[in-house]
């Protein structure tokens, strides 16, 4: 077994873990917000059915929060490939 050894520094710059996010980084960061969103309600959804029975209004509204991420996921694609493909 030959054991590695720990870099103490990392390829990243001090300066550069404590700067501020740029334009691009937070306009990418807008545009998957809807994406995010859509995940913490599902997130919400399943952390509220860990201590009790589950029931049919609980079963539609999990199935419901999965049916919006998958939107937002497939909304966030379609998107993506879109400015991909007018950019090529």
């Known amino acids: 077994m ?6 103490l520094l990392s390829d990243i710059d001090v300066t550069e873990q404590d700067r501020e996010p740029t334009a691009a980084e937070l306009n990418a960061i807008d545009a998957e ?7 913490v309600e599902e ?3 399943q952390i509220s059915l ?3 029975p589950v ?3 609980d079963t539609r509204r999990l199935r419901r ?3 919006k991420v998958l939107a937002a996921r497939r909304e966030l ?3 993506a ?8």
Request: net charge positive; no cysteine; glycine share 2%.
């Open 2 to 7: 030959k054991i590695l050894p720990l870099h």
């Open 33 to 39: 917000m809807p994406l995010i969103r859509a995940e």
């Open 43 to 45: 997130l919400d959804v």
């Open 50 to 52: 860990m201590d009790r």
């Open 55 to 57: 029931t049919d209004l």
């Open 65 to 67: 929060a999965r049916r």
């Open 77 to 79: 694609t379609n998107r």
């Open 81 to 88: 490939r879109t400015v991909t493909e007018v950019g090529a």
